[in-house]
Structures are given as structure tokens and as C-alpha cells.
């Protein structure tokens, strides 16, 4: 049995579509929040997972930020930690810690518009297609290795949040279904930073 950490700061739309998938191999072991007011952490409760905050308020700096949080994630033992809508750039000391078993959903097309309100800025650039990205998380803020995306056309009407509304019902199918591949052993990261994808009759696609 595999187990998942969630890490989310606020609604908790993404995770709850993880729980809701029911993985069968996984189990969600905790959802953890830097926010005590993050409504993700209800669902999580309701639904008999564990519960921590970590406040980033309480530390000094990022460095013993991540290290609280390291240590209150390391406790439920992870295979897999999955970054659900958790508002926090992480030092590179604890991304190197979780190497090849940390997911993020960024709501883009990346490498298009890294950061935040990626939609906005997408109406702005007046780019035809917009999306989300799952990818495996590494030092450089919204870089790592693509692993899913989902992409949608941007309607003439849209605004942003018409916009966000539509990515984030796709981001709701995609993210269960990379966590779903890193669960059944289909999904890794090769040494040279290449993701590795096995289908189900065992063939290996590489980029
Ligand atoms: C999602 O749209 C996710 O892609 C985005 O925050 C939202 C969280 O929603 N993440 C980022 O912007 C990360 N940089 P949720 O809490 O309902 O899953």
C-alpha cells in the first residue's frame, strides 16, 4: 500500500477530487496545511484522514519552515507527497529531500505563465488554448518535468473566471490520473530528469 501526503493551503478542490478517485494500492495518509482556515482540511477530516497544520507564520525563515514540515510529513512515511493548490515556494534543500515523489498542479500550459494568476494573464496574452500542468517538482519554481496536461480552448467570452472554472474541472481529471500512474508504478523521473511513463501493457515512453 502506497502512502500520500496532500499538502493544500486552501480549498482543497484537487485533493478531494484524489480522495474522491479512491486509488486502489494508495492510501491518503494525511492532508496537511500551512493554513489552520484551509477548508480542504473539513473534507480531509470528514472523510477520516489525518489532519496537521504547519503554520508558516510560526517560523523564522523558510528553512525552518520546511523543516517543521518535512518532519510532520515524514512522520506518515510517504511514497508520494502531492502539492494540491499549496501557496508556498519550497527551499531547495526540501525538494531535493523529495525527490522524484513530489507532484504539483499548476494552473497553465507550462512553461506559459509560471507563478500566480496565471489566468488573468492568459486572457491578457490573448493565447488561444490555456490548461494545467501536473509535473514532478524541482528547485526552480514551476520548471519540473511534465508529466500531464490538460488543455482547453480560450472561449471569446471567457474571463477569468469563466476561465479558471473550465481548467479546473480538467485539472480534476488529470491529477488523480498522474497520482493513479505513480501509484501502480507506471510514473518515475529518470536520473537525467526525463519522466518515464510505462502504459498498461508495459511499453516505456520517455521526454
Ligand atoms: C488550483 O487551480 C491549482 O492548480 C492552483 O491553485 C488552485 C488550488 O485549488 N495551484 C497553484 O496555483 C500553484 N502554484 P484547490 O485548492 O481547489 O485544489
Not at 518515464?196 to 511499453?203: A, F, I, N, W
Request: hydrophobic letters at 45%; a negative charge; aromatic letters at 6%.
Amino acid at each position: 500500500m502506497k502512502s500520500i501526503v496532500i499538502l493544500v493551503s486552501g480549498r482543497g478542490s484537487n485533493m478531494e477530487a484524489i480522495v474522491r478517485a479512491g486509488l486502489a494500492g494508495a492510501r491518503i495518509s494525511a492532508v496537511i496545511s500551512n493554513r489552520a482556515d484551509a477548508k480542504g482540511l473539513e473534507f480531509a477530516a470528514a472523510h477520516g484522514i489525518a489532519t496537521a497544520v504547519v503554520d508558516h507564520k510560526a517560523f523564522a525563515s523558510r528553512e525552518e519552515f520546511d523543516a517543521a514540515l518535512a518532519g510532520a510529513i515524514d512522520a506518515h512515511r510517504p511514497d508520494l507527497v502531492v502539492l494540491a493548490g499549496f501557496m508556498r515556494v519550497l527551499t531547495d534543500g526540501f525538494v531535493r529531500h523529495y525527490e522524484g515523489r513530489l507532484l504539483n498542479i499548476h494552473p497553465s500550459l507550462l512553461p506559459a505563465f509560471p507563478g500566480l494568476h496565471t489566468h488573468r494573464r492568459a486572457l491578457e496574452a490573448g493565447v488561444r488554448v490555456h490548461g494545467a500542468t501536473v509535473h514532478f517538482v524541482t528547485p526552480t519554481l514551476d520548471c519540473g518535468p511534465v508529466v500531464i496536461q490538460a488543455v482547453i480552448p480560450v472561449l471569446p467570452d471567457d474571463d477569468e473566471d469563466s476561465l479558471s472554472a473550465r481548467v479546473l474541472k480538467h485539472e480534476h481529471r488529470i491529477y488523480p490520473q498522474a497520482v493513479r500512474w505513480f501509484v501502480e508504478e507506471r510514473l518515475s523521473i529518470s536520473a537525467q530528469g526525463r519522466v518515464l511513463l510505462r502504459d498498461e501493457v508495459g511499453e516505456e515512453a520517455g521526454w
